[in-house]
T-cell receptor
Framework: DVKVTQSSRYLVKRTGEKVFLECVQD?????MFWYRQDPGLGLRLIYFSYDVKMKEKGDIPEGYSVSREKKERFSLILESASTNQTSMYLC??????????FGQGTRLTVV | DAKTTQPTSMDCAEGRAANLPCNHSTISGNEYVYWYRQIHSQGPQYIIHGLKNNETNEMASLIITEDRKSSTLILPHATLRDTAVYYC???????????FGTGTSLTVIP
């Protein structure tokens, strides 16, 4: 079974905190993605990575950064969390040219 | 950015075929059509993809028009567990990104 592990299912953080969302895959896939999902807006791509230490911005990178030091792990970082970053965050991975596999998501609430 | 257009919502009677349309009029010759679905509170799940030929697997069938400007996902015998949001995506098979739109919310009615 394909496994995508996101570090937390639910998370509550305070405004201004630095937040780390971790994603680990066990398929040795090149590509990893971070999305956020909000009602009425669907899934929006924040960042993706196509190799270790490589990253590209998606549609909505502002307020986020990412880190990929090892192939299996892709971290999303909120440098200073704000209430408008309250959302569902979804991690995914794929080989180049194949379907993407998604995790269950982390529901982040910033208070 | 998303390059597909889908109806916001649809209903289907249990046991009947569910036909979900998608317009992708700006699709280029080397872009594939992918379908995913998302059941409430879960991550999206891959269903099927195709380039220009019709495709079928154990979950669904994908019908792509000859001009490739639109496609239809068919769930042959919808069940209550097929109630979900269905996303149609176009993507280069050598590319990396998946761009999701807002999808179609399918409700299967008993």
């Amino acid at each position: 079974d394909v496994k995508v592990t996101q570090s937390s299912r639910y998370l509550v953080k305070r405004t201004g905190e630095k937040v780390f969302l971790e994603c680990v895959q066990d398929m040795d896939h090149e590509n990893m993605f971070w999305y956020r999902q909000d009602p009425g807006l669907g899934l929006r791509l924040i960042y993706f990575s196509y190799d270790v230490k490589m990253k590209e911005k998606g549609d909505i990178p502002e307020g986020y950064s990412v880190s990929r030091e090892k192939k299996e792990r892709f971290s999303l970082i909120l440098e200073s969390a704000s209430t408008n970053q309250t959302s569902m965050y979804l991690c995914a991975h794929s080989w180049r040219g194949t379907e993407a596999f998604f995790g269950q998501g982390t529901r982040l609430t910033v208070v | 950015d998303a390059k597909t257009t889908q109806p916001t919502s649809m209903d289907c009677a249990e046991g009947r075929a569910a036909n979900l349309p998608c317009n992708h009029s700006t699709i280029s010759g080397n872009e594939y059509v992918y379908w995913y679905r998302q059941i409430h509170s879960q991550g999206p799940q891959y269903i099927i993809h195709g380039l220009k030929n019709n495709e079928t697997n154990e979950m669904a069938s994908l019908i792509i028009t000859e001009d490739r400007k639109s496609s239809t996902l068919i769930l042959p015998h919808a069940t209550l567990r097929d109630t979900a949001v269905y996303y149609c995506i176009v993507r280069l098979n050598t590319g990396n990104q998946f761009y999701f739109g807002t999808g179609t919310s399918l409700t299967v009615i008993p």
